[in-house]
Structure formats: structure tokens, C-alpha cells
């Protein structure tokens, strides 16, 4: 989509603190941080959400958790980390494209929100 943030990011047209790219998936910190290590993995292709979710697409979901597992390995989240998404403005998403929260360095309350 021409007017997404996150496909602009993901080209390279917006700047950002990269944390890992490949072809299918681009990861970059959090610009407003809720933990001392926060960063978000996306889809290159343009998803709205959660709920955009099929099996045409699918695959590239199971791609991003295999990076977020690698990112938490070689960054050091041994106490542990938290995947987030949002789906929906009521749920609190910003941003139409599909994106996972890694969050890590603090304690995780529950319920979050």
C-alpha cells in the first residue's frame, strides 16, 4: 500500500533502527519503547491485521515467530520476552499492517491492559 508507515519503513523510504531483514520480513525498534528492549517485527507484504490472516499468507506468520526466536536468542532475552499484537482499533492497533511487539528487559504484569 502506497500510504502505509510500515510498508514505507520496510522499503526504505522512512528511516529506522533496523534489527533484522530478509525478504519476507523486516524488523526495527520501537520508536516509543514500553520496555528497555522493543521492537517490531513485519511483513513486507502489505496485511492489514490479525484478522487478514490465511492460507495464503499464513507462512510468513510462521516466519516472523522463527525470527523472533532467533532475535531473543542472539539478543539475550533469557528471562524472557512478550509477543504482542493488536488487531482492530478498540484493541489498540495504530498502524493497519500486520506487526508483532517483542517486548523484553522488565516484568510483564497481567492482565496487560
Known sequence: MSD????KIAAGEIPSACVYSDDLVYAFNDIDPQA???FLVIPREHIASCAE???????VVAHIFEVIAKLAKELGFDDGFRVVSNCGESAGQSVKHLHFHVLSGRDMTWPPG
Open 36 to 38: 528497555p528492549k522493543h
Open 53 to 59: 490472516i490465511g492460507p495464503g499468507n499464513s507462512a
Open 4 to 7: 502505509c508507515l510500515f510498508c
